[in-house]
T-cell receptor, first 115, second 112 residues
Framework: GAVVSQHPSWVICKSGTSVKIECRSLDFQATTMFWYRQFPKQSLMLMATSNEGSKATYEQGVEKDKFLINHASLTLSTLTVTSAHPEDSSFYIC???????????FGPGTRLLVL | GQQLNQSPQSMFIQEGEDVSMNCTSSSIFNTWLWYKQDPGEGPVLLIALYKAGELTSNGRLTAQFGITRKDSFLNISASIPSDVGIYFC????????????FGKGTKLTVNP
């Protein structure tokens, strides 16, 4: 399967600041990456599909102006949480898709805490 | 929309016991995936199933793709403490996209 990394693994920021999270596909050219959010004791919630070279596709209810996604290369997608607030505190996980095998391989996640 | 129902929601077992959990849906799936998530980590793919009736093993783990294509089972034999975690089933979302639908997970606790 694909090897996926995320950076940073955790981040603490003040309310109102912006935070950028990187997702890298280390051994797989990913035209599509996915960003999920997971609250404690809950399942993964898909936020958006990141498409290389084009705009991301956001799930219903996810503010595209707040969660900026950039997928400029086949190995890197970034998620920027703009003007973060305490309610944005969560575990953010990215994944790369496997179109042929219909699987996804996940990064280790980024824990965001907004004070 | 598509939904995956996992049961049980949580399990508390003794080390050495066998574990069985399942995932059901009212919709047909052509692929069933089982992931494990350790605390503070991203999910890791355990087993992928692509054919109705398929039975696939990965070490002490065995998963089956139901004949009706509406369910799947994951069994863990001779559980050990490191089996602790949350197990998610998943399947491709309808419509031809690469998105996945996830169950809510089964939380497994293994007592030494």
């Amino acid at each position: 399967g694909a090897v996926v990394s995320q950076h940073p693994s955790w981040v603490i920021c003040k309310s109102g600041t912006s935070v950028k999270i990187e997702c890298r596909s280390l051994d797989f050219q990913a035209t599509t990456m996915f960003w999920y959010r997971q609250f404690p004791k809950q399942s993964l919630m898909l936020m958006a599909t990141s498409n290389e070279g084009s705009k991301a596709t956001y799930e219903q209810g996810v503010e595209k102006d707040k969660f900026l996604i950039n997928h400029a290369s086949l190995t890197l997608s970034t998620l920027t949480v703009t003007s973060a607030h305490p309610e944005d505190s969560s575990f953010y996980i990215c994944s790369v898709g496997g179109r042929i095998q219909e699987t996804q391989y996940f990064g280790p996640g980024t824990r965001l805490l907004v004070l | 929309g598509q939904q995956l129902n996992q049961s049980p929601q949580s399990m508390f077992i003794q080390e050495g016991e066998d574990v069985s959990m399942n995932c059901t849906s009212s919709s047909i799936f052509n692929t069933w995936l089982w992931y494990k998530q350790d605390p503070g980590e991203g999910p890791v793919l355990l087993i992928a199933l692509y054919k109705a009736g398929e039975l696939t093993s990965n070490g002490r783990l065995t998963a089956q793709f139901g004949i009706t294509r509406k369910d799947s089972f994951l069994n863990i034999s001779a559980s050990i403490p490191s089996d602790v975690g949350i197990y998610f089933c998943a399947g491709p979302s309808q419509g031809g996209s690469e998105k996945l639908v996830f169950g809510k997970g089964t939380k497994l606790t293994v007592n030494p």
